[in-house]
């Protein structure tokens, strides 16, 4: 599609409207093809590399730019790329059937590699083959949404699937030190959120070697720095506490 704004003569091509209505009205962004669901997704920081123009349409491919008394009362604010980046982040990206079907897809696609990336069945310590996630997602009928970010619903489908199949977030291998004085204390502390302990010795200084939930971990790193004031020690020793195989859905 290839745009003129009437304004100003800009000549806008490759353009992805991005569509949403508030306080009775509807406004519009011009964007650039592919970037809205990488700005979505955070793949994409640079909001000028999502933005043709920080400017708000009534309509884009007519060229008629949003009034900013309008812009106040729905957004409250006149600042343009306020307003684009509230736009961006839940408007409708306007596209058509086969697009929209082409991206829902990919989103699909993107999703169940994200599950089978993080997650391991509980008993074995395998992990899913993305085909089997998107089986699994299959038979939960789960739904894609187009204005919610890949990661987002990747974490509310591995909340579906623990229903239907042995799934859990792989676990983080931690080990950390602890001062002597401090030990003792802060083991109660950390205690709620460690799964396993695998090692434990408390001599001259409490050091742990333990397993954990990936979401624990800004607490558990957080804990042990105000706690300490610096003086504990915290290291990731895996990512992902995994058997080698991967897993098979019966």
Not at 105 to 123: L, Q, S
Request: hydrophobic content about 35%; charged content about 30%.
């Amino acid at each position: 599609m290839s745009i003129f704004t009437p304004t100003n003569q800009i000549r806008l091509t490759n353009v992805a409207v991005v569509r949403m209505k508030k306080a009775g009205k509807r406004f519009e962004i011009a964007c650039y093809k592919n970037k809205v669901m990488s700005w979505r997704s955070g793949a994409e920081k640079d909001l000028d590399e999502v933005l043709q123009t920080h400017t708000v349409f009534v309509n884009v491919s007519k060229g008629q730019v949003a009034k900013r008394d309008d812009l106040s009362s729905a957004f409250g604010t006149e600042d343009l790329t306020e307003a684009c980046t509230q736009i961006l982040a839940k408007g409708e990206l306007q596209v058509s059937d086969r697009e929209r079907q082409s991206q829902l897809e990919h989103m699909f696609r993107d999703i169940a590699t994200i599950v089978a990336e993080k997650c391991v069945n509980p008993e074995t310590k395998r992990p899913y083959t993305v085909i089997l996630i998107e089986r699994a997602m299959k038979d939960i009928h789960f739904s894609v949404k187009a204005n919610k970010s890949t990661k987002q619903q990747a974490l509310e489908v591995i909340k579906q699937l623990q229903q239907s199949i042995q799934i859990q977030r792989a676990h983080m291998r931690l080990r950390f030190v602890l001062p002597a004085r401090d030990g003792k204390r802060l083991k109660e502390k950390l205690r709620p959120l460690i799964k396993t302990v695998e090692n434990e010795d408390f001599t001259e200084q409490l050091e742990m070697v333990c397993l954990i939930d990936p979401g624990c971990f800004r607490d558990i790193d957080e804990l042990i720095r105000c706690e300490t004031k610096g003086k504990g020690t915290l290291e990731v020793l895996s990512l992902k506490d995994v058997e080698e195989g991967d897993e098979k859905l019966e």
